[in-house]
């Protein structure tokens, strides 16, 4: 199954490498708590240290109505996508 038909494509902006901001379905939200970093740890050999991959971001989000929600955001096809998100 696609990233596509488990997500939804959202728009975001970055300050300083992080995420700032999205729109999700019309609706604004700032980031408003320190992005964390969503890694997938590459397989290495005992005696090597590689450094982790960044595939995505959480971090809480809040409309202009106040509503908060918790977003985890990849990237996929030079498009970001929520894959879940927390109330």
């Not at 596509?4 to 708590?33: C, H, I, K, M, Q």
């Amino acid at each position: 199954m696609s990233l596509a038909a488990l997500s939804t494509e959202v728009v975001v902006w970055f300050s300083n490498g992080v995420p700032a901001r999205l729109v999700r379905d019309g609706v604004r939200y700032r980031v408003t708590d320190t992005p964390t970093p969503l890694t997938e740890d590459a397989w290495c050999p005992p005696m090597t240290h590689a450094a982790p991959r960044l595939i995505g971001w959480r971090f809480q989000g809040t409309a202009a109505n106040g509503a908060s929600l918790m977003f985890e955001i990849v990237e996929a096809q030079h498009t970001w996508h929520v894959l879940r998100t927390y109330v």
